[in-house]
């Protein structure tokens, strides 16, 4: 029974003067000296369904405790709510075993990147993608940015203060999106890498994709997180632009990091320093490789460009430059790595866009605002208008006679 002699006289003694019932704890059907007081929580169930009625019971027990000071136990906290209906109990499911893998050992060994398309304003401002760069070793949050959706040059930007905070790591994990993966090799020209691939074969960065989403479990378990976390703070905070976000975010993650990050199994940093040949802003562009023509231009992306030399034109006929673009669309042309002067000399019209997957309501979204700018046609759909729009051979050559003015803009 593993009870003590001493126990045992007193359990004998007590059956003796009262026989079976004696043997029953004494603290049966007494209240827990240890329980809540009433006042405690009607004061907490108040708080929860003025601020935080739809928070999980975690989140709650930390905002309790350090905005308003009642430190409850989450436990208490998930029974107070699950009482009053605010939160259910999950039923266990069957989940899908998978290789374990274990975690790396230095702090930037890998880290895994990946954007979480979610309503994170929730109606305050347009739907939007959080870019997570997540530390393998540490789970730590080492770069977080809010952008309108998915694009190399997000990236770029989310990389760029990344480095310039801790350095270069050793690789990124991410997943098959064309930004990191080249899906379709056959058809796209070139040395087989995406443009955020040889940016990052230029530092010194391997680039890995994972074939399954529980391959980056990591960053994936983090986005869930931060949709329940992030998206409520982001509400107490009263922040409700992208752009506001990005500025407070530094303050989230490191509120994050204390919580949630684990210390790294060896306290060697893998990080290695930017170095003056790593020059980012010719480094996380887009790159593109031209012929000049005999009379000096080139064509990229639908546009003609003139070469402006004071030399002899013939001496510059066939020679290779390189076309780099930044985020903000700016041109720069490079001959022996010198920038050299140009002109843009002729537009091209605008041709149908390849977009991923993940792009495409974005993509449809802006389609839909530039469309209700122009003038339309009574009747008349505005997708189907712009499929008309399309078929027409020539700008300012119709006959719908109204659509003049349509034609000659964008």
């Known amino acids: 029974m593993r009870v003590s002699v001493r126990q045992v006289k007193r359990m004998w ?25 009433e006042e405690v929580k009607q004061q907490a169930l108040d708080l929860i369904l003025g601020r935080y009625r739809d928070f999980g019971p975690t989140l709650v027990t930390e905002k309790l ?72 070793a540490t789970g730590k ?20 203060s990344y480095f310039e905070r801790y350095g270069k790591p050793g690789a990124f994990y ?3 999106h064309g930004i990191f993966h080249l899906n379709n090799p056959k058809v796209s020209p070139g040395d087989g890498l995406t443009d955020f691939g040889r940016a990052m074969q230029e530092l010194g960065i391997q680039v890995i994709c994972a074939n399954t989403p529980q391959a980056k ?42 919580r949630f990050a684990t210390p790294p199994r060896s306290p060697v940093d893998a990080h290695r320093p930017l170095t003056d040949a790593d020059q980012l802003g010719r480094i996380l562009c887009r790159k593109a490789e031209r012929i000049l023509s005999k009379n000096l231009t080139f064509q990229y992306h639908r546009a003609v460009y003139q070469i402006q030399v004071d030399r002899p034109t013939y001496a510059m006929r066939n020679a290779k430059v390189i076309v780099l ?8 042309v490079l001959y022996k790595n010198q920038p050299l002067a140009f002109v843009l000399s002729a537009q091209q019209a605008e041709q149908a866009k390849v977009v991923a997957a993940k792009s ?51």
Not at 13 to 30: D, H, M, V
Not at 325 to 331: A, Q, V
Request: charged content about 30%.
């Open 65 to 136: 405790t350090e905005v308003h000071g009642l430190r409850i136990s989450d436990e208490s906290v998930r029974k107070l709510m699950i009482t009053e209906g605010l939160w259910k109990q999950r039923r266990k499911r069957k989940f899908r075993v998978f290789q374990m893998r274990e975690r790396r050992a230095c702090f930037g060994e890998l880290v895994q990147i990946d954007g979480s398309d979610y309503d994170w304003f929730e109606g305050r401002s347009p739907r939007c993608t959080l870019l997570v760069f997540v530390d393998d």
């Open 174 to 176: 991410s997943d098959k």
């Open 360 to 410: 495409v309501d974005f993509e449809l979204l802006n389609a839909s605002k530039a469309i209700s700018l122009h003038p339309t046609i009574p009747g008349v759909h505005p997708y189907l208008l712009v499929t008309l729009l399309k078929l027409l051979p020539e700008r300012g050559h119709s006959n719908f006679g109204s659509l003049g003015d349509i034609l000659t803009l964008g």
């Open 13 to 37: 003694r007590r059956f003796q003067l009262q026989g079976p019932e004696g043997l029953i704890n004494q603290s049966r059907g007494k209240p827990s000296h240890n329980r809540l007081s």
């Open 217 to 258: 479990g990591r960053v994936e378990r983090a986005n869930q997180t931060l949709q329940d976390r992030l998206t409520k703070e982001l509400r107490l905070q009263a922040i409700s632009t992208p752009e506001e976000a990005n500025e407070w975010l530094p303050t989230f993650i490191d509120d994050y990091n204390r």
């Open 141 to 160: 949050l080492v770069e977080m940015r809010f952008v309108p959706h998915e694009t190399f040059f997000g990236y770029c930007d989310a990389a760029r």
């Open 325 to 332: 673009e930044n985020s903000k669309g700016e041109i720069t």
